[in-house]
């Protein structure tokens, strides 16, 4: 998928209705990091201990999502580099060494996080242990990445994310929900008593430093004309859309998530904390089938992110060497190599799940502000935007945005600890 190399000159995008679907893809890509098994957690936290009352935080953190993927993504359209091929090339070599470094680690970081879900899941479906699962799970996801094309991992992607939802629809149907209380909480925020630590790990789980990478690579799948300003504001438009499309899709699957918990454990004055524990208190308050599905949704939300998390591996490794993301450069495919085996390494080493999760989080939350504010550097700099330079409010928000989710996932961390 290298923009520049393939890029098809003579290629104008036809105007109509249906030049929408055309475009619909990379930003379900970038939704998969927002329905991870990281979010599953907090947000079964959420609805278990605080009903629908934490619903507004899913509301708010698509909105915050919304603006800087939006934003990222307007980085790899304008100037045909994803964030680390811009880092690269428009940073000091001082700078974007370490830079893309620490995106590195985060995206080990971020692999470690999703193998683990995906382990946990085999594990509710078949009583695979957990070290044996995450090695299926690594398999399995490097199989697919190191032998397919973009628009296949895409479509596969796709099809899991409509699963997924499928997938909560039909648990939705099997409970009582009161959609007064879940309408009320979407739109008016509340802060019970106790709930500040999972507001904020609901609204830090959001923003990921890999998904930022990876919006601004894979939005390039459609291979532009770079050359034609009309193609250019184009895609701008069809990418707002997408994104805004694909947040809301995000939007409704955790909200469904908290939905759940609220309507089946909040309702029986049970607090769940653990992917195991709600999966098996399930079978005894909706039946057999409800845990059955949430398993397998689990599973597949794990082997999706896991998957999307090494396209960014990859992204970064191979932006240390000025190039995009293909799946057939040796670059990119030792990026994925190096997402994938040292996460599994270290769940092997560490042995248990819940530790592995704390240190994948710890270095999470010190590498995201260095990825958000590196971002903002760029989309504000008229040497690489040009004309579609940020303007002065969208770069004050955007420097409001990054400033709240870094001390919202450092307030996360120190509490942990």
Same mark, same amino acid.
């Given at each position: 998928?290298? !923009?520049?190399?393939?890029?098809?000159?003579?290629?104008?995008?036809? #105007?109509?209705?249906?030049?929408?679907?055309?475009?619909?893809?990379?930003?379900?890509?970038?939704?998969?990091?927002?329905?991870?098994?990281?979010?599953?957690?907090?947000?079964? /936290?959420?609805?278990?201990?605080?009903?629908?009352?934490?619903?507004? =935080?899913?509301?708010?953190? #698509?909105?915050?999502?919304?603006?800087?993927?939006?934003? =990222?993504?307007?980085?790899?359209?304008?100037?045909?580099?994803?964030?680390?091929?811009?880092?690269?090339?428009? &940073?000091?070599? *001082?700078?974007?060494?370490?830079?893309?470094? +620490?995106?590195?680690?985060?995206?080990?970081?971020?692999?470690?996080?999703?193998?683990?879900?995906?382990?946990?899941?085999?594990?509710?479906?078949?009583?695979?242990?957990?070290?044996?699962?995450?090695?299926?799970? *690594?398999?399995?996801?490097?199989? &697919?990445?190191?032998?397919?094309?973009?628009?296949?991992?895409?479509?596969?992607?796709?099809?899991?994310? +409509?699963?997924?939802?499928?997938?909560?629809?039909?648990?939705?149907?099997?409970?009582?929900?009161?959609?007064?209380?879940?309408?009320?909480?979407?739109?008016?925020?509340?802060?019970?008593?106790?709930?500040?630590?999972?507001? &904020?790990?609901?609204?830090?789980?959001?923003?990921?430093?890999?998904?930022?990478?990876?919006?601004?690579?894979?939005?390039? #799948?459609?291979?532009?004309?770079?050359?034609?300003?009309?193609?250019?504001?184009?895609?701008?438009?069809?990418?707002?859309?997408?994104?805004?499309?694909?947040?809301?899709?995000?939007?409704?699957?955790?909200?469904?998530?908290?939905?759940?918990?609220?309507?089946?454990?909040?309702?029986?004055?049970?607090?769940?904390?653990?992917?195991?524990?709600?999966?098996?208190? !399930?079978?005894?308050?909706?039946?057999?089938?409800?845990? =059955?599905?949430?398993? /397998?949704?689990?599973?597949?939300?794990?082997?999706?992110?896991?998957?999307?998390?090494?396209?960014?591996?990859?992204?970064?490794?191979?932006?240390?060497?000025?190039?995009?993301?293909?799946?057939?450069?040796?670059?990119?495919?030792?990026?994925?190599?190096?997402?994938?085996?040292?996460?599994?390494?270290?769940?092997?080493?560490?042995?248990?799940?819940?530790?592995?999760?704390?240190?994948?989080?710890?270095? !999470?939350?010190?590498?995201?502000?260095?990825?958000?504010?590196?971002?903002?550097?760029? *989309?504000?700099?008229?040497?690489?935007?040009?004309?579609?330079?940020?303007?002065? #409010?969208? *770069?004050?928000?955007?420097?409001? !945005?990054?400033?709240?989710?870094?001390?919202?996932?450092?307030?996360?961390?120190?509490?942990?600890?």
């Amino acid at each position: 998928m290298k !923009l520049l190399d393939k890029l098809k000159i003579n290629h104008k995008p036809r #105007s109509g209705g249906l030049d929408l679907l055309k475009y619909i893809g990379p930003g379900l890509l970038v939704t998969v990091g927002f329905i991870d098994p990281g979010n599953w957690a907090t947000n079964l /936290a959420a609805g278990s201990e605080f009903g629908y009352a934490l619903l507004w =935080v899913v509301t708010f953190s #698509s909105i915050m999502l919304i603006i800087i993927q939006h934003n =990222v993504a307007h980085l790899g359209i304008v100037t045909g580099l994803c964030l680390s091929e811009a880092t690269n090339k428009y &940073m000091p070599r *001082t700078l974007s060494r370490p830079i893309l470094g +620490s995106a590195m680690l985060a995206s080990i970081s971020t692999s470690l996080a999703e193998i683990l879900g995906g382990a946990i899941a085999l594990r509710m479906l078949f009583s695979i242990p957990i070290k044996i699962g995450a090695v299926i799970v *690594t398999v399995a996801c490097l199989i &697919m990445l190191l032998s397919n094309t973009y628009s296949k991992i895409e479509r596969w992607i796709i099809m899991f994310v +409509s699963i997924i939802g499928l997938s909560f629809l039909y648990e939705l149907a099997l409970v009582d929900v009161n959609w007064g209380q879940a309408v009320q909480g979407w739109v008016k925020p509340s802060f019970p008593e106790n709930s500040m630590l999972i507001i &904020m790990s609901v609204l830090g789980a959001v923003v990921m430093p890999h998904n930022l990478f990876l919006h601004s690579e894979v939005i390039q #799948s459609r291979e532009w004309n770079l050359e034609d300003e009309s193609v250019i504001k184009k895609q701008l438009k069809y990418e707002f859309y997408d994104t805004l499309l694909s947040m809301v899709i995000g939007w409704a699957i955790n909200s469904a998530m908290i939905i759940l918990a609220a309507a089946t454990f909040f309702k029986e004055k049970i607090a769940v904390d653990e992917l195991d524990q709600a999966q098996q208190l !399930l079978v005894p308050l909706v039946g057999n089938n409800a845990g =059955v599905i949430f398993a /397998a949704a689990l599973l597949l939300a794990g082997i999706s992110s896991t998957i999307t998390s090494g396209i960014a591996g990859a992204s970064i490794f191979a932006g240390f060497y000025g190039e995009a993301y293909n799946h057939k450069d040796l670059h990119s495919k030792l990026g994925v190599i190096l997402s994938f085996v040292p996460a599994l390494l270290i769940i092997f080493l560490i042995g248990d799940p819940f530790k592995g999760l704390i240190l994948s989080q710890m270095l !999470l939350s010190v590498q995201l502000p260095i990825t958000v504010f590196s971002q903002v550097y760029l *989309t504000s700099s008229k040497k690489v935007m040009g004309q579609y330079v940020n303007s002065r #409010s969208t *770069t004050i928000l955007l420097l409001l !945005l990054g400033t709240m989710v870094t001390v919202l996932n450092i307030a996360l961390l120190i509490s942990l600890f």
